[in-house]
């Protein structure tokens, strides 16, 4: 059963599938169920991976990692998310962007996710 918000990802393809309205069926690609995958929270790799949120309300910034995460073709941030409870705010990232972005938002109460190719789904609420 999936949930509102959840992310999978395809074992065998690579395909990665955000949930936008939760069901009772199991997801399926290359004839294979789709794993969950978990929301890390804590890195030990010398934090380059969890969401950092700075500022309030209008002028939201959230930057990957206290120390700049890498943006190379092999290994990169793919998206950074923002999520409120009734709206979600996500920026599609390529190697050589840097890995930050701007949202404008009317609430204090976000959660901030980003996902990384090789190191899978990481979050934060400030």
Sequence with gaps: MATRNEVYKCATCGNVLAILTGGQGELICCDAPMELMAENSTDAAHEKHVP????????????VGS??????????IEWIELLTDRVSYREFLKPGDTPDVNF?????????????????LWKSKP
Excluded at 52 to 59: E, Q, S
């Design 52 to 63: 950092m949120v700075v500022g309030i309300l209008d002028d939201i910034e959230v930057s």
């Design 67 to 76: 120390v700049a995460h890498p943006m190379q073709p092999e290994h990169y």
């Design 104 to 120: 404008s938002v009317d609430t204090e109460d976000v959660t901030a996710r980003a996902y990384c190719n090789l190191h899978g």
